[in-house]
């Protein structure tokens, strides 16, 4: 039966049903505890999701070809998981600072997850706008939870107004397609690509899906909401946007681009090029003077959504590798930069890089995880960015070959990662060289915290060093699309 293929969706659902079922019997004091029920749960649901029953081997479509069952979509799935249960052990050390409805904040990270799976296996518009609004609207919630913050609120109500313009744009460009095509199915689309490369409406619908999906990963020009709500949202929030909701813009990218308009792909290189350069520069210069890690961070986001383009360029198989590898390593990195400024920042609520000076003489160990964070992100070897962003540069350098543009392009990208240096590393120099309060304490973790901390960083480490764990199945991943 088609239902069986949405399984794992079903079980993240229930999931969050389940905790707020829970809840009604749970006294006051217990429900901060929930959110290890919630990881646990997600847990269970990744662990499950390398069955035989969940993963057949084979490519499958459902629902009328809408929804398909691939080794793409595993890969994103699985990443989605993983990624849940970090941010929800993230959200547990930061519910103190939630004054009510905790369990709701941790339901509602649940069904973002289930609309970011959907996503993965998304095949037809309809269900494309669907699983965007699933997470979208949880999205709107999850940023303004902390009412009684008016940076928290100010950042929901950004977030609400951009989001619905870029929906509104999205859902015009998809009007335009099916006006277009009489069909809203991307194989069915594909299918009639050469008239369609003809049709100037139907062309046009595309780039406004593009602009309305480029918002989700945050690409110039539609970049501007990144920082604000980075800055305003709660920690964990932020986290699970810079990880979760932009992996799940790159995966619909990839299903729009290569499922529906492959022929526009082509045509569109020089235009996918140009935004990759202006989204690396943007975010690594105004990434400069910053000095609240969580908006570094947010224009750190934009920058790495710039150097992912790349790979969407390049438009080949090694190209959607390497995009996958990086998002592997991206997501260790960023979970562990916004994990350690939930602990740091939740003495006096500031996530300036100040509070972060003499880290390493009050906590060695979250001042060793950040700057593994720093210096993955900065692409140092041999850490998981340095191999994320050679694949990446290595898809485009091929390209380059047939078209010299692609050497301006990896100029552009090499002097990003040169400027990213100094970023990152001002950070660093902050952990260790800069000196801190002496009156603050040391700073005691809990276990759950200590083993998500401990799995990010070895996982910055292994996927750097063993680069073969994640190739092989971001290789299988990637030729599950059309080229």
Known sequence: ??????????????????????????????????GYMAAGAAALILAFSFSKIVDPGVSVAAFGGSFTQDALALFFKRFFLLA?????????????????????????????????????????????????????????????????????????????????VSSAILVYGIALIYGSAGTMNFTKIADKAELLKESKIAVFGFLLVLV??????????????????????????????????????????????????????????????????????????????????????????????????????AGTVAGVSAILYYLAGYLFAVVAAFFVICIVSKANDSEDISEFAGLSKHSPFLASVLALSMVSLAGVPPMAGFFGKFLLLKSAAEQAVSYPGYYVLLGVAIIGVVISLYYYFEVVRAIYWSPGSQDRRVIILSKPAKLALWTCAAGMVLVGVFPNLVARATDAAAAALKF
Request: proline share 3%; hydrophobic share 55%; glycine share 8%.
């Open 84 to 164: 849940a249960v970090l941010i929800l052990l993230m959200e547990v050390e930061f519910s103190d600072r939630i004054t009510a409805g905790i369990t709701e904040y941790y339901a509602l990270t649940l069904f973002a997850l289930a609309g970011m799976m959907v996503a993965a296996s998304v095949n037809d518009f309809a269900l494309l706008f669907v699983s965007l609004e699933l997470m979208a609207v949880t999205f709107y919630v999850l940023t303004s939870f902390q009412r009684t913050r008016l940076g928290s609120l100010e950042a929901g109500v950004k977030y609400l107004i951009l989001g619905a």
């Open 1 to 34: 039966m088609s239902v069986s293929y949405l399984f794992l969706e079903i079980a993240v659902v229930l999931s969050g049903l389940g905790l707020l079922l829970v809840d009604l019997w749970t006294p006051a004091e217990h429900k901060r505890g929930l």
């Open 212 to 313: 309305g999906l480029g918002f989700k990963v945050a690409v110039v020009p539609m970049q501007i909401w990144a920082p604000d709500v980075y800055q305003g949202a709660p920690t964990p929030t932020s986290a699970f946007l810079a990880v979760g909701s932009k992996a799940a813009g790159f995966a619909l990218l990839l299903r729009v681009l290569h499922g529906a308009a492959p022929e526009l792909l082509l045509s569109w290189e020089r235009l996918l090029m140009i935004l990759s350069g202006l989204t690396i520069l943007y975010g690594s210069l105004c990434a400069i003077p910053q000095r609240n890690l969580k908006r570094l961070l947010g224009y750190s986001s934009i920058a790495n959504a710039g150097y992912l383009f790349l790979g969407i360029s």
